[in-house]
């Protein structure tokens, strides 16, 4: 598969690791951009990462090629800066100076190449924080999101780098933004992302509750849910499944569809807030009639009555997901053992079609690693 798309003929240079920067190169890429990471003499040390990182590396720089460099040897910078005098994007998100101290900034570079869109991820915007260094955790926890994905007390951070990745969302968005600008002016200009600010906006729905209704906003796990039935329940078999009834219309729904005894007669619970009142009243006649049906039974009965669903699944069931399998929704990517895997699909169509893989993670020179 060659590269095409809307983005294809970009030149992208990416200079980055983990997985923020990465991120925003995956999607250019993946959109068709031609994106070309420099890497330091034996590779980023994100592919050596183990654990919770060895992930990191396959997942977020498929499509993309890749140079080794020594960026303090100076015919190698020559290399480096000569790249991006020829790109239409710069992608970074080391941490703040580094490229400066290199004379690779926006400013020394944009001298000589005025169209260049220059985009920075890091850990905050322009303000008293944003010389800090900062990483996903970082974020979750100074920006709200730990406190209210854990129990009272017990800040947990998200199971994903959900700001790392939403973060370099933002960070494509701000580009191809400044690329419809240039577009009208010719020129490009800086694009900034962040962690911080990234997370903030991730929480402003818990902010604007405290604003509308004065009170703050309860860790997920103690929250007051705006709906009665808005949970994960327990079936026959003893799998777990989450059922979702949010709006009145719904309610009816459900109802018809199975014996609620009294609750399901009760005409004072047609309206959603007077079911919420309700709620402990409601929750353990629902959980008793779930015990009813196995998990295949309850999932099938709910889809077909139109109801929102979900079996609790994990990460690696998803390699087996027939919706994910039936459309593209995984793409066959080279891992850099030399074995095969299927990895997620950017979540995408475009006149009905996916992106798909056209280069595998670029792999490391051996003549980089003797160096």
Same mark, same amino acid.
């Given at each position: 598969m060659s590269a095409s798309g809307p983005l294809s003929g970009l030149k992208v240079v990416e200079f980055t690791h983990m997985v923020m920067g990465p991120t925003m190169g995956l999607i250019l890429a993946d959109l068709g951009a031609d994106v070309t990471r420099v890497e330091p003499i034996g590779g980023d040390p994100?592919?050596?990462? /183990?654990? !919770?990182?060895?992930?990191?590396f396959p997942m977020y720089n498929r499509n993309k090629k890749a140079v080794f460099l020594n960026l303090k040897d100076a015919d190698d910078l020559a290399k480096a800066r000569a790249m991006t005098l020829e790109a239409d994007v710069v992608l970074e998100n080391f941490r703040p100076g580094a490229l400066e101290r290199l004379g690779l900034s926006y400013e020394a570079l944009s001298k000589d190449n005025p169209r260049l869109i220059y985009c920075s991820a890091k850990g905050f915007l322009a303000g008293p924080y944003e010389n800090r260094t900062a990483l996903d955790e970082v974020a979750q926890m100074m920006g709200g999101l730990a406190y209210m994905t854990g129990p009272p007390g017990r800040p +947990?951070? $998200?199971?994903? !780098?959900?700001? @790392? /990745?939403?973060?370099?969302?933002?960070?494509?968005?701000?580009?191809?933004? %400044?690329? %419809?600008?240039? &577009?009208?002016?010719?020129?490009?200009? %800086?694009?900034?992302?962040?962690?911080?600010e990234t997370t903030a906006f991730l929480v402003g729905q818990h902010m604007a509750q405290k604003a509308v209704t004065g009170k703050a906003a309860n860790p997920m796990p103690a929250r007051i849910s705006a709906w009665a039935i808005y949970d994960v329940f327990e079936t026959g078999d003893d799998q777990q499944i989450f059922v979702g009834v949010v709006s009145d219309s719904q309610w009816k729904t459900f109802r018809e569809a199975f014996d609620l005894g &009294?609750?399901? $007669? @009760? &005409?004072? +619970?047609?309206?959603?807030?007077?079911?919420?009142?309700a709620r402990d009243r409601i929750l353990p006649?629902?959980?008793?009639?779930?015990? !009813?049906?196995? +998990?295949?039974?309850? $999932?099938?009965?709910? &889809? /077909?009555?139109?109801?929102?669903?979900?079996?609790i699944t994990r990460p690696e069931d998803l390699f087996e997901d027939p919706h994910l399998l039936a459309a593209g929704g995984l793409v066959e990517v080279g891992l850099p053992n030399g074995e095969r895997t299927l990895l997620p699909a950017l979540p995408l169509e475009m006149n009905g079609q996916r992106m798909g893989v056209y280069l595998d993670p670029a792999k490391v020179e051996p003549e980089s690693v003797a160096g």
């Open positions: 994100t592919r050596r990462l /183990v654990g !919770s990182g060895s992930g990191y +947990l951070r $998200a199971g994903a !780098s959900v700001i @790392d /990745v939403t973060g370099g969302m933002f960070g494509v968005i701000g580009v191809l933004a %400044a690329l %419809a600008e240039r &577009e009208k002016t010719g020129r490009g200009q %800086a694009v900034k992302c962040s962690l911080f &009294e609750i399901g $007669a @009760d &005409e004072s +619970l047609a309206a959603n807030n007077a079911r919420v009142a006649v629902v959980r008793e009639a779930f015990k !009813s049906f196995s +998990l295949a039974e309850l $999932a099938a009965k709910l &889809e /077909v009555i139109g109801l929102p669903f979900a079996p």
